[in-house]
């Protein structure tokens, strides 16, 4: 058995107001290239194929066309779980009759005990999941935390292990630490809601879903994540994103990474306001990358974004990295304190991306005479 | 082919904040029992499946269940379409896969020409649609109507007709009158939305969805409106509700109606309040009745509702069928004009379904005498 392990998709995501579809929709495109191009004899999505429990219809329309395109279209068996950002009950709507064609789809813990059996592996699908869940699934009230909730449902998985089996876990949860180190560390690391990993030694391979990089359990050689196929954050600008394709046949299992391009980077650029004006200076981004921008000036400078977004249209973060030096030399005077008017068509520029026109500048010329005229 | 014919479920409607989904658990039940009873070969359901564009959780669940239950544990080849109600996209999630178990949904124009197969019959699955989409459809800017769009959305099934096949339409709109009355007519009965039946005429059978009251063509033998499973108004308070069985062995189409019996029945009660007030007098009205009441006094009556409720608990409208008659005479001064905590009690106990707590009461009492000595 030969899989590929992505997650984490979160269609219908946002970056800063920048809708993503086409970025994902690329990402998509790239994935099947790799499942065809590896021959794998399956796909593991492991959990928030959504961004939002209630995501809008074209983030539905669009991972129901990727969903029937992967499964229908290219006949690859689907195993996939809910995650903590996806309606369980509204992303299963359908689900019964998904399985005519391989794909599993689980977002109930009950079902997570009960193998999916592709080939030489049982898979067993968890869905994110609350304490409470599992306390109510158990009848167990002593149950108080996602690890202890974790180690029943390990227990029970385990009665199921056919022994002429491989053992998969899809899941997606915070896990980290060990459940032998002191209980202060593993508060440290993950809090209450994280899971030791030594409690899921007994699978063959983990697929994780739930932290977006892949490097989050890097001393685990067959327990892993995914991470998500963009990047979702400046703090993931320096990541490189893919998916894991896991051959059952060898033990341990063997574990491959397999990267995207991004169709439109995540980049950010440290620098002064006049070099990242200057068409001189060069950076390696395209027009359509997303822009994060660390300023190292130390001056107050006027109508900042707006300036930068003629160089940068896909801005979606600004900062400065040095502290704010404002002094009355510091101060450009005549760049700050500007006419009334001139403000207003800066400020309408910044906020609607057009200049006013003669007309409404007309408007504000005739509003503003009044209001001064008021004011003697 | 022996199929039963049903519409306007509305999944998830309240009527007057009350949840229906316990009556339509209860409609539904009886409908999957006449379908057994009557051993028909599929089951149509003409749009609004849900009550909302974007149902609840619950709603999703409910309906979900229902569907599986029909098609999968009862195995009725299933045929539906996507109402006004209905959001398209949400509700075709997963529809890719119906059609392995003989469900067939669509909410697509394109698609409701391409006929579904089910025995001597072809059905022509039509979706509710805006004239605009028909437009775009046939790229042909002169149809402004959803009559003009259905003139040629029928011109396009007949090409498809197999002359040895029973032609079925299922469709969600407002049929009436026709297209040889003169369009003032036309216009009074239904506007420009309104198809004339005679374009429907080709068709053996048309399965409608869109007006709630079995009665909405009663001249027409063989297109019909099935109504909702429930009443859904005061207006339909007088309606018999339930689905029609249609044969299509003979021509013309048999058809035949079967009633449910509501769970909780909606009901108009007209009297005076004292006669509602009676315990003497009785209403064949269950306790979990939804009753709309007409009072015929002509007095003012004080905390009305909050008194009629504590005889009929699920009161959903309250009506005065006379005009009242307030004089210095009827007015009864001491009932209204009563002390503050009393009519704070009151309102309380209407807001809430509880009195006021000794507590709270010590607590109303203070605030008023403080109020009343600052008043001073």
């Known amino acids: 058995m030969r899989f590929l392990h992505t997650a984490d998709w979160h269609i219908g995501k946002k970056l800063h107001g920048y809708d993503l579809l086409t970025e994902q929709r690329d990402a998509y495109e790239q994935i099947k290239a790799i499942a065809i191009a590896e021959k794998v004899d399956a796909v593991v999505i492991a959990g928030d194929l959504y961004d939002r429990a209630l995501p809008s219809e074209d983030a539905v329309s669009t991972l129901d066309t990727m ?38 789809l689980n977002t109930r813990i009950a079902d997570s005990v009960k193998p999916v059996v592709l080939g030489d592996t049982q898979f067993f699908l968890l869905p994110y999941f609350e304490p409470f869940a599992v306390r109510q699934y158990f009848g167990d009230d002593s149950i108080k935390t996602v690890a ?31 459940q032998h180190s002191d209980s202060e560390t593993l508060v440290q690391v993950g809090g209450l809601n994280a899971v030791p990993v030594d409690l899921l030694n007994p699978f063959d391979y983990v697929a994780l879903g739930h932290l977006h990089r892949k490097e989050a359990l890097q001393n685990e050689p067959t327990m892993k994540y995914s991470g998500s196929p963009l990047k979702f954050s400046t703090s993931e600008a320096e990541d490189t994103k893919g998916v894991w394709i896991v ?32 068409s001189e200076v060069s950076y390696s981004v395209k027009a359509d990358d997303f822009i994060a921008i660390e300023l190292t000036d130390t001056t107050p ?43 207003l068509d800066d400020f ?12 409404q500048e007309d408007w504000a010329k005739q509003a503003l005479q009044q209001a001064m005229k008021e004011d003697k």
Chains 1, 2 share one sequence.
């Open 148 to 178: 202890a909730g974790m180690e029943r449902l390990v227990a029970a998985m385990q009665e199921q292990f056919a022994p002429d089996k491989k053992h998969v876990l899809i899941a997606h949860f915070f896990a980290a630490g060990s």
């Open 348 to 359: 309408f520029e910044t906020v609607t991306d057009h200049a006013l026109t003669t007309q």
């Open 67 to 104: 969903l029937v395109d992967l499964n229908r279209h290219h006949h690859f068996p689907l195993l996939a779980i809910s995650g903590n950002h996806d309606s369980a009950v509204r992303l299963s709507q359908g689900s019964e009759w998904f399985s005519s064609t391989d794909f599993y």
């Open 301 to 343: 400078i006027a109508n900042v974004m707006q300036r930068l977004k003629t160089r940068f249209p896909r801005i979606i973060e600004l900062q400065r990295v040095n502290q704010l030096d404002v002094t009355p030399e510091t101060l450009n005077i005549e760049e700050v304190q500007r006419d009334p008017l001139t403000l």
């Open 247 to 278: 051959d059952t046949d060898q033990t341990p299992v063997s574990v491959t990474f397999k990267p995207l391009k991004p169709l439109n980077d995540l980049v950010v650029l440290t620098d002064s306001f006049a070099r990242l004006m200057d």
